[in-house]
């Protein structure tokens, strides 16, 4: 994974050619270099402070300098905030950390020190990173008056745009406009507004790579590239689209993208715990069921009938493997349905997010306090109470208040409560599928005639327009590298949209088109920003435009699937469907990848030391290399000369020839090497360069 060498940015831009060769003339110290150079802070104006300085604020200063609270009138809950002071004048001084009493106060010797009392300090290594950020802090970014925030919190959770970073656009599309086109016309209006000159499209070689990396999960083969290359069709673009979401390897690639933001990461033990769940996903997306009944069933989880298959049991495997922690459930659900973390609003409203609230957080959890797992003869399932699950909260105060059905998006269930003393009284009569008797063996899991998750899913898929907001926006943030919201779990008040008048018009379109899946990629993909050039190419100095203006195409890093299946197709050793490839542990590969690339959606990307060291030194990653009959290493190896090898891996692994700086330095390298080892060590330099894991 070495990064691509800065004189082969133009203009400081996104990752384009190789210059000066590919990397290989350092291998291994090359790839080190990865964790401070190209790979630090994709997509991200300052990766120190939101990779950092902010975690660490927010963790040992937030409690007492909040929006709420802002003891001394400081508050760390934001950048701007931060960088408006408070009572004692300026908290930072950009360039100068010795001034500034963000750094001065974490001094032991200090009046006042920070944190106060006998709250744990901060490490000489965080001190340190605090000064660091301070010091490189451009004097540019001190804040004018006119600048700072106003929070405009709508109705019931449904959040207006609080920081007015772009003047409103007046426009609405009409009914026979194209949704690409709709689209496309948001932006130009963003573009002239901001005046931002966006870059030109890709060609179709860039295209087809970047198609197939979103849409199927890995980079087209040779022959797959060259044939679109060569096409002559008018609208190739478009059957390329339609072709490709109708392909096999699609649902893979959703369930790839969707197990680990619905589930999380967790191993292959679980991954072989969850084949049920694999299937239902894969079903979902294969038939394109609609996204709110796909969510429905997860909050559901009905019984399966007999006799079911694993496409229609494994639903129940959301609910089934969080082992009965209704927090954890609330949890994770509440970012896919409204688009916003609850967790920190457990013990109190949110303290950044004001319309965040504690009641949010323990309605939600109300909804699933009633569900148990059951084993029954038809497989695992979540079984259901009618009765109990009523509890209380506190707040900061200790003030105690029962909670009720209440949810983020505003709607609430009444749901009769029993009188202070009163015993409630299980019966057979309030089910639909009683439980079993004492000491029997369940044959169904119960449901009850008023089901609590029932309502959840009705609150969260009828009349919810924060669900398509979720979906559209992470959807977004899969094909153009960052969400209108980002990061794209947090569309709350303090991450406003970049572009509020797109997202809804997308979100409504979603939802009234009968929130199809399929629908909204074919949508984004034949866009024009989904096809922009990520390079910048001009004149010496040539100013980037802002990610978040969606001008240019942003790097977006391959996942750990989208790697190790690209790996494979480049060196000429596809796997089948079951992950299955001849003379290689494949899965056992695949699953080494996941384990030191598990991230999706990253709010900020940074490259790790285990990374580095994994494509340098892991024999694992040695075999993909390796000759064996049909690769490409043994293909090299069969050609008569340096140059014909240097230009047919480059095709390869690139898809594109080698420029002349390329190509010689290549040949020096080959030069007066053995033929296999210097094949071996260049189809590495080429396989883990930026160009090559990054989907550009």
């Known amino acids: 994974m070495t990064p691509t060498p800065k004189s082969g940015r133009s203009g400081g831009g996104a990752t384009g050619r190789l210059r000066r060769g590919p990397g290989f003339r350092a291998a291994v110290a090359g790839v080190v270099v990865l964790l401070w150079t190209g790979f630090r802070g994709f997509g991200a104006e300052d990766p120190l402070w939101t990779a950092h300085v902010e975690p660490l604020l927010k963790d040992r200063c937030l409690e007492c ?5 802002s003891k001394s009138g400081l508050d760390v809950s934001s950048l701007q905030t931060l960088l408006r002071g408070g009572d004692r004048g300026a908290a930072v001084i950009p360039g100068r950390p010795d001034d500034s009493n963000l750094f001065k106060f974490l001094s032991a010797e200090a009046d006042p ?35 700072a925030p106003v929070a405009q919190a709508g109705k019931a959770g ?26 496309d016309r948001f932006l130009e209006l963003s573009w002239k507004l901001d005046q931002v000159t966006p870059v030109k499209r890709i060609d179709d070689a860039a295209f087809v790579r970047r198609a197939y990396l979103d849409l199927i999960g890995r980079i087209p083969s040779a022959a797959e590239r060259e044939a679109f290359v060569q096409s002559k069709g008018r609208d190739k673009r478009s059957a390329l689209i339609d072709a490709l979401l109708a392909h096999e390897e699609y649902p893979r690639r959703m369930r790839e993208v969707f197990d680990p933001v619905l589930m999380t990461r967790r191993g292959p033990d679980w991954e072989e715990k969850r084949r049920s769940w694999h299937a239902f996903l894969e079903e979902a997306f294969r038939s394109n069921r ?7 069933d997860l909050i559901v989880a009905r019984p399966p009938a007999a006799g079911a298959t694993p496409e229609q049991t494994g639903a129940v495997w959301y609910l089934y493997e969080r082992q009965n922690n209704a927090q954890a459930m609330a949890e994770s659900l509440a970012p896919v349905v409204f688009g916003v973390q609850i967790k920190c609003a457990q ?36 079984s259901e109470s009618a009765i109990g699950g009523f509890v209380s909260f506190a707040n900061l105060r200790k003030e105690s208040q029962p909670a009720s059905l209440t949810f983020f998006n505003g709607r609430s269930v009444d749901e009769a409560r029993p009188k202070e ?31 609590r998750r029932a309502a959840l899913a009705d609150a969260v898929t009828r009349e919810n327009p924060l669900l398509a907001r979720a979906m559209v926006n992470r959807v977004w943030a899969m ?43 074919r949508i984004l993909c034949n866009t024009r920003a989904y096809q922009l050039e990520s390079r910048v190419v001009g004149a010496r100095g040539t100013k980037l435009s802002s990610p978040d203006a969606f001008a240019r195409g942003l790097d977006k890093p391959l996942t750990a699937e989208q790697l190790f299946r690209s790996l494979l197709v480049a060196t000429g050793q596809p796997p089948d469907a079951r992950d299955q490839v001849p003379g290689l542990p494949a899965t056992e590969l695949r699953r080494a990848f996941v384990a030191q690339f598990p991230d999706l959606f990253p ?29 490409l290493a043994s293909r090299l190896q069969a050609l008569p000369d340096s140059a014909a090898r240097v230009r047919e891996g480059f095709l390869a692994v690139f898809g594109r020839l080698p420029d002349r700086d390329e190509q010689e330095e290549c040949l020096r390298y080959l030069a007066g090497r053995d033929v296999a080892p210097g094949i071996r060590q260049l189809l590495w330099a080429l396989l883990t360069s930026a160009e090559f894991q990054i989907n550009h």
Not at 158 to 183: E, L, Q, Y
Not at 352 to 374: L, T
């Open 421 to 451: 003393g009163e015993k409630e009284v299980d019966r057979p009569e309030l089910y639909l599928v009683p439980p079993p008797r004492e000491k029997e063996k369940p044959e169904l899991p119960a449901v009850p005639k008023f089901s």
């Open 479 to 521: 094909l153009l590298g960052r969400g209108i919201v980002h990061p794209v779990d947090l569309m709350d008040s303090k991450h406003p949209p970049t572009h509020p008048e797109l997202l809804d018009w997308l979100a409504a379109d979603f939802a009234s088109h009968g929130y199809d899946v399929k629908r909204l990629l």
């Open 603 to 631: 709010a900020e990307y940074n490259a790790t030391l285990y990374q580095a060291m994994f494509v340098s030194n892991s024999p694992l990653f040695d075999q993909i290399l390796a000759a064996r009959p049909g690769t």
């Open 347 to 382: 013990c109190h409203d949110h303290m950044v997010a004001r319309e965040i609230k504690q009641a949010h957080y323990w309605g939600m959890v109300s909804a699933f306090n009633r569900s148990r797992n059951v084993d029954t003869p038809a497989g695992p399932g979540v």
């Open 65 to 69: 300098h909040n929006a709420t609270k």
């Open 113 to 147: 020190h920070m944190p106060p009392g006998k709250r744990k300090p901060l490490s000489p290594e965080e001190g340190e990173l605090i000064r660091k950020w301070i010091r490189e802090l451009p004097a540019a970014t001190a804040p004018r008056p006119s600048e």
């Open 290 to 296: 609609p996204w709110d009944q796909v969510i429905r």
């Open 158 to 183: 449904m959040v207006a745009n609080p920081t007015p970073a772009r003047r409103r656009i007046a426009w609405t599309p009409s009914p026979s406009t194209r949704p690409a086109d709709g689209v």
